[in-house]
Structures are given as structure tokens and as C-alpha cells.
């Protein structure tokens, strides 16, 4: 596993819900992004956002990591949970809202 991976793995692994977006929580970069960070504040849970555009390598190795060629990227208790459309849907059905209570996080 290369730094970057490893870097990514261990930010997943610490927090219980990790955002991996363009720009940060308080200014996304793009409108996917900025729509997970609406449905987040709304749920009203904590979570850590790990600005991809600050480090190249961040951005190419969290696509690596999961497998999964977007971002935004969101991860609960170490589980990749999808990118905007599949959080979007999670949220709109309740089961994202589930998801958390679920794994504990208020």
C-alpha cells in the first residue's frame, strides 16, 4: 500500500464519517459536492471533510482506494458508502438517516 493509501486509510479508519469532496465544508468546489455537505448539515451528524484538492495525490488515490472514479466520496465507520447520487437516494428513502443510528453516530 502506497503513502497516499495508507494516509487515506488511516483518515477513514479515525473518523466515523469521513466526506472526501472538492473544496471544504464551509465552500465546496462543486455542486456535487456541495449537495452531500447540505444532506450531512441537515442530518446533522459530525464528520471530517478532507479537501481532495489540496493534495493531488489525495484525489487520484481516494479513487483508487475505493474503487469508485468520483468524488465526493463518503465513508461511516470505515465503509464506503457512495458518491452524491447514491447518498442523495439514501437520504431521500431515510436510509442514510437509518445508516447512522444504526452505527451510533447522533
Given amino acids: 500500500m502506497?503513502?497516499?493509501?495508507?494516509q487515506i486509510d488511516a483518515q477513514v479508519k479515525a473518523n466515523d464519517v469521513v466526506l472526501?469532496?472538492?473544496g471544504t465544508k464551509e465552500s465546496?468546489?462543486?455542486?456535487?459536492?456541495g449537495r452531500v455537505?447540505?444532506?450531512?448539515?441537515?442530518?446533522?451528524?459530525?464528520?471530517?471533510g478532507v479537501n481532495v484538492l489540496d493534495d493531488e495525490?489525495?484525489?487520484?488515490?481516494?479513487k483508487d482506494y475505493a474503487n469508485w472514479p468520483t468524488i465526493p466520496q463518503l465513508y461511516v465507520k470505515g465503509e464506503f458508502i457512495g458518491g452524491c447520487d447514491i447518498v442523495t437516494e439514501m437520504f431521500q428513502s431515510g436510509e442514510l438517516?437509518?445508516?447512522f443510528t444504526e452505527k451510533g453516530i447522533a
Fill in 97 to 99: 438517516q437509518g445508516l
Fill in 37 to 48: 455537505v447540505q444532506i450531512l448539515n441537515h442530518v446533522g451528524v459530525p464528520y471530517t
Fill in 20 to 22: 472526501f469532496l472538492k
Fill in 2 to 6: 502506497t503513502d497516499v493509501l495508507k
Fill in 28 to 33: 465546496p468546489m462543486c455542486g456535487f459536492s
Fill in 57 to 62: 495525490g489525495i484525489r487520484q488515490g481516494i
